[in-house]
């Protein structure tokens, strides 16, 4: 099923994708919103915003956008030679920002530092990811590691994927982490059942699951927080 695509001139104005990074800071706007904002305009059919919405769907989300070669994303209808360069370097000031200073590394002290380190690249997907992330003996992050594409269920799920980055690096402990394309972070009872699979298989493995978050356009969600699939 088609994911809506909401207009910008149906939001209120203190709503729209520029008025909020302007009041809210860049890292409140979803990843949509954030392709909005940098290609400016959309066509005569859609807006600036139904454009970026279609283009993550289509492409496989942000990183699509930072892989698909300058001159097919020129060929994207709506976006052209303009917008194709202002994503391009957009997301080329994000990933040299990102390494600007390689020794610092981000430290995950609570579901709210998850969400700040990957919600700019997940809460906007159009279908759910799932991801690991990576953590030292000081909790500082590693490095995160995409696994799956879809909705999760045990089956798909295979619980030596989740580890297995994390017994090749010698990782002390991993968070996981997906998102709910719906917006609604809240938990279904097959995200409490992978969970729950994920953290026994961490005891027998000596690597400590320290959460699993939800990611929605709406907030996000700590499972742990909330004690649903991590009991003793």
Known sequence: MASTAYRIRE????????ERLIRQGAESL????????????GTRETDALQLAQVLLTDVGGVGGI???PFEALCLRR?????????????????????????????????????ADLLRYEMAGLEQEEFR???????????????????SLNTSLVRVGEVFRD??????????????????????????VSVTR??????????IEVLDHVILGRSGHVSLKSRGLGFGA
């Open 197 to 206: 699979a994920i953290v026994e298989a961490g005891r027998l493995l000596d």
């Open 11 to 18: 939001m209120a104005r203190s709503e729209r994708p520029r």
């Open 132 to 150: 690991v992330v990576l953590l030292d003996t000081r909790n500082q992050v590693l490095r995160t590691q995409p696994l799956y594409h879809g």
């Open 66 to 68: 930072r892989t698909m």
């Open 78 to 114: 709506g976006v052209g030679e303009a917008k194709a360069a202002r994503l391009k370097a957009g997301l080329e000031l994000g990933i040299r920002s990102a390494g600007m200073s390689p020794e610092v590394r981000h430290v995950i002290q609570g579901p709210e530092d998850v």
């Open 30 to 41: 979803s990843a949509a919103e954030l392709v909005a904002v940098l290609i400016g305009t």
């Open 166 to 191: 994390a017994v090749r690096t010698n990782a002390a402990a991993i968070i996981v982490v997906h998102n709910h394309p719906s917006g609604d972070p809240s938990p279904s009872p097959e995200d």
